[in-house]
């Protein structure tokens, strides 16, 4: 078991009892090391406690006054690498490197001194303001003041390999259009994937050894705790990669080989799309433009998580954002800023939740209220009274298909008839890879194509090639995929009835008022923007859905027989 710093100096005879107790109640008080309060009493030198630093991290000791090491070791570094790192070498030890560092927890320095300079490297203590001696009469003074460094641009930190090698893989993300970067720990190796149309591909692999300091260098970037390693983490990196500033979204997760990040890409001067640009049918995007101009009322998007949701609301919210609308959005987090739009974080560390905000929304007297997320009956009765009363308000839930999301406010223990008073449509949507323009080729439907999509002897549509602009995959971009639906006066009486979600659903689809999704995947197929395959991906889920309820009712009424 490791000895407390205090013991060891205690059994060294370097400080007497009562100086124990006087640094450790300072150290209660004031977060520095117990060391530093040691010398700052005059109960010890800096030397006596850093060869008892030494002895605590079982670390030899070297003394380095008026001392200049070989120049041969020095030079394996340059000024602006040992002054970050705060190290020198030192000396060498048969093939290991030794370099001498202050401070006995920068563990950091060997991993990136292992990157650097591909080779063995082992730490020996010396005291502080020996090392910057040290450092002095090697490299010269360090670049800069306190001031300066804060005030110095990010190009200034290049000379680390690990912060060129993030920044690297950050440039290399945006240029491949990638929305997700995951780092992945193994026992041999760390993995890098992008996540590029919803697809995740390998962009890299590193040694293990490297994972600890491209983590702690996102840990800090984050504002994370760096020591914290058995916790989940969330935090925010602002960053500029190829000329773009990027939100990126930090979510560290403890796993069995060590912390897995994966950082969401959001581009703050990426365009919006417009209701146009979303791939809606023409007699889709008419109806969707009749219900997002209505006074009051409340729209639900409903998809899975990466599905476009925030990005369709955006969009009518662009169509709506007028000088004479008033728009409040409370969102978690605000993925993308607009003009003329008042948009509001949640912050539940400080209870700013969904429904709170919203209640405060209504004194503001907005026309227009988008909630991010409904995930409670409180925000869902909130945001249904507040459609109630005269506001149009947009909002989105996570559901397989349209009239699911019906089922998703009942389960949420909202009452039917504040739903079927308030509900004025729903939208679920999909994200398909799009064919690459340069290298798609029109060739004559395989026979499984045909049977799917209804085709005739002699049809033909377009396949994926691959090319040098789609990275070899034969697709480039998405597009969204969507059904649709439409509230009418027999579906609220259906509600107020209590009917069950497939007889509403049945009856939504008999009156022409759910437009469903296969039938616009279909279209897109036709029309040369996606494949087949891409088709039966996404509408697969809700297939295999709909088979199992009928089952279910099938079975149902055969025990009713018997």
């Keep these: 078991m490791r000895k407390q710093l205090g013991a060891i100096l205690l059994a060294q005879g370097a400080i007497q009892e009562d100086q124990l107790r006087d640094a450790l109640a300072q150290q209660k008080n004031r977060s520095v090391p117990l ?10 030198n800096e030397e006596t406690v850093a060869r008892a630093l030494a002895l605590q991290a079982r670390l030899p000791f070297v003394d380095l006054s008026g001392k200049r090491p070989p120049a041969r070791l020095t030079a394996l570094l ?16 048969g093939d290991t490197l030794l370099v001498a560092v202050a401070d006995p927890s920068k563990v950091v320095v060997l ?33 800069g003041s306190a001031q300066d460094l804060q005030e110095e641009t990010p190009e200034h930190f290049e000379e680390s390999p690990v912060v060129r090698l993030v920044h690297g893989m950050f440039d290399e993300a945006v ?13 041999d190796r760390v993995r890098i994937r992008f996540r590029i149309d919803g697809k995740l591909e390998i962009y890299n692999e590193h040694p293990v050894d490297l994972h600890a300091p491209i983590l702690s260098h996102l840990k800090v970037s984050a504002g994370l705790d760096i020591a914290e390693k058995r916790k989940p983490q969330d935090g925010r990196i602002e960053h500029t990669a190829v000329g773009r500033q990027l939100d990126v979204r930090t979510s560290i997760l403890p796993t069995s080989t060590g912390e897995t990040c994966v950082m969401r890409l959001l581009d703050r001067e990426a365009n919006l799309l417009s209701l146009a640009d979303l791939g809606l049918t023409p007699r889709a995007l008419e109806w969707f433009e009749k219900v997002i101009e209505r006074p009051n009322g409340i729209f639900l998007v409903t998809g899975p998580t990466g599905s476009g949701k925030t990005t ?23 993925e993308y800023r607009i003009k003329g739009i008042n948009q509001v974080q949640v912050h539940p560390a400080i209870g700013l939740s969904f429904a709170r905000a919203l209640r405060a929304f209504l004194r503001q007297a907005p026309n227009i209220v988008l909630v991010g997320e409904i995930r409670d009956k409180e925000t869902a009765e909130v945001a249904i009274q507040a459609s109630l009363t005269g506001h149009l308000v947009f909002s989105t839930v996570h559901t397989n298909d349209a009239p699911s999301a019906v089922t998703r406010l009942l389960d949420m223990g909202v009452p039917p008839f504040l739903i079927a008073t308030s509900l004025q449509g729903v939208l679920a949507q999909r994200l398909v890879r799009r ?40 697709f480039r971009g998405r597009v969204g995929c969507f059904e649709w639906l439409q509230m009418n006066e027999s579906l609220r009486d259906l509600l107020f009835q209590g009917e069950s979600l497939n007889r509403f659903a049945k009856a939504a689809e008999k009156e022409g008022a759910w437009s469903r999704l296969p039938e616009d995947i279909s279209e897109k197929v036709i029309s040369g923007l996606t494949t087949v395959n891409e088709m039966l991906r996404v509408t697969r889920v809700a297939e295999e859905l709909d088979e199992t309820e009928e089952s279910f009712e099938t079975n149902s009424s055969e025990e009713g027989q018997s």
């Design 35 to 44: 060391g530093q309060i040691f010398v700052q009493m005059g109960a010890a």
């Design 78 to 93: 340059d000024a602006a690498q040992a002054w970050e790192l705060e190290c020198v070498p030192v000396t060498e030890k």
């Design 111 to 143: 991993d990136t001194l292992r990157f650097l300079l591909d080779r063995d490297v082992g730490l020996v203590m010396t005291s502080p303001a020996v090392l910057e001696e040290v450092l002095e009469r090697v490299y010269g003074a360090r670049a």
């Design 175 to 187: 240029q491949r259009r990638a929305s997700d970067i995951h780092i992945e720990p193994f026992n």
């Design 312 to 334: 369709t609301l955006y969009a009518a919210l662009q169509t709506l954002n007028r000088s004479d609308k008033k728009i409040l959005t409370v969102e978690d987090p605000v």
């Design 435 to 474: 064919l690459c323009p340069e290298c798609s080729v029109e060739e004559p439907a395989t026979e499984l194509e045909k049977e799917i999509l209804g085709l005739k002897k002699g049809a033909k549509l377009r396949h994926p090639r691959g090319c040098r602009s789609c990275s070899r995959t034969g």
